[in-house]
């Protein structure tokens, strides 16, 4: 669960030097509000008519995308305030298990309407209070966290290149442990999965350095007499979605590691491997779109990170054609393993029959689950684009 992922990742020492604006906090929590208010009512209406499965679906989407954001923000603000960083992390805490246990009720509002809406109020009302402490804590902050966003911009960055790194160095030794310890089939899967997985970490890092040329570009260009500071200060939403955007690559670079290592290790899915690929390409185009917002039309630097992150996505394929691939070779390995020839005619027929009605449902549920991810990926770039601003500055842009 996305919710659950982000608790963790906020308790990661990644994010012990990172900070965020009240301002930007805030507007998270209120999202988080409206979002909770849209779920509560797709359930209802869901329960009513199981026809409004859609609706459901994609608010269920939208709120762990906008509880996430804040628990992860939570982290940010309560490293600006040390003296109340434990009641700032207990209130998320508090606020995560909250979004758990409104999305649990939401799996059975057919039996229980009433439950969803307890929950929910009680979700709204804590994230009131972890508003209202954050506004407290941060205004007994001396200095403006907007002073200090230009060094925290560089910071989230150099943070991003650093887990990339970590992501690159974690697939060599595990290459290394393959070589050492498997052979055959096993080994030739391993090795096209790391040797796919090391190029999309590789075009990774070069998106990463042609995004920051081409930061250092929008801010030379847009400061004028004044200095890089008061610009990211300006402009600290653009800024703040270009740092969450460096934090999503660096997350998304640990996951994708993750789930190579979990199915070299034979306890994860070659499917997770693949959906942690689109999702580390999702956070690349994240980063491309934040950075490209108040970029020069002309810029050439803006060409490069676009054909830097053309390769991401050539990379993300490989991965997925690795995986994919992989697959496919350890199901045929398995099955050369097994003596058909020791089966009864009727014991062949069942297993045919079998075999028949399997690839039917798993046709069927192809077909509703890529239906369901159209919906995801329409819900998500809505809400990425509103809580980043993106349409705003574009249209300020064409202005």
Known sequence: MLIVQAQEQSKSAQLADSSCSLEYFAS????????????????????????????????????????????????????????GAVDMNQKGDGAAILSCGLL???????KDVNGVKGRCADLQASLNELAALAKSLTAQVEDNPLEAIGDIVEQEMLATSQAVEAAAARIEEMLDKSRSKDTGVQLEVNERILDSCTELMRSIRILIERSKDLQ???????????????????????????????KAVGWGASVLVD???????GSGKFEELIVSSHEIAASTAQLVAASKVKA????QRLVSVKSASRSVAEATAGVVASA????????????????YSK???????????????????????????????AELRRSHYHLAGASEGWEQEEEQQAE
């Open 104 to 110: 649990d009720a939401v799996q059975s509002v057919d």
């Open 28 to 83: 998270q929590v209120e999202a988080a509000c409206t979002v909770a208010n849209r779920l509560e009512t797709a359930a209802c209406s869901y329960a009513a008519n199981r026809k409004e499965v859609g609706d459901a679906v994609v608010a269920v989407s939208g709120f762990a995308n906008a509880m996430s954001s804040v628990v992860l923000l939570n982290r940010s603000v309560s490293n600006m305030a040390p003296d």
């Open 343 to 373: 089966l009864s005619l009727t014991q062949t027929k069942r297993l045919e029959m079998d075999s028949q009605v399997r690839v039917l449902e798993l046709e069927s549920l192809l077909e509703k689950e890529r239906t369901r991810l």
């Open 216 to 246: 250092r570009e929008i801010v030379d260009d847009g400061k004028g007499v004044s200095s890089v500071k008061d610009f990211y200060k300006r402009n600290h939403r653009w800024t703040e979605g270009l740092i969450s955007a460096a």
């Open 296 to 299: 020069s039309l002309h810029s």
């Open 324 to 339: 994919k691939s992989g697959s496919k070779m350890a199901e045929d390995e398995s099955a050369s393993k097994m003596d």
């Open 259 to 265: 789930s190579a290592d979990k199915v070299l290790q």
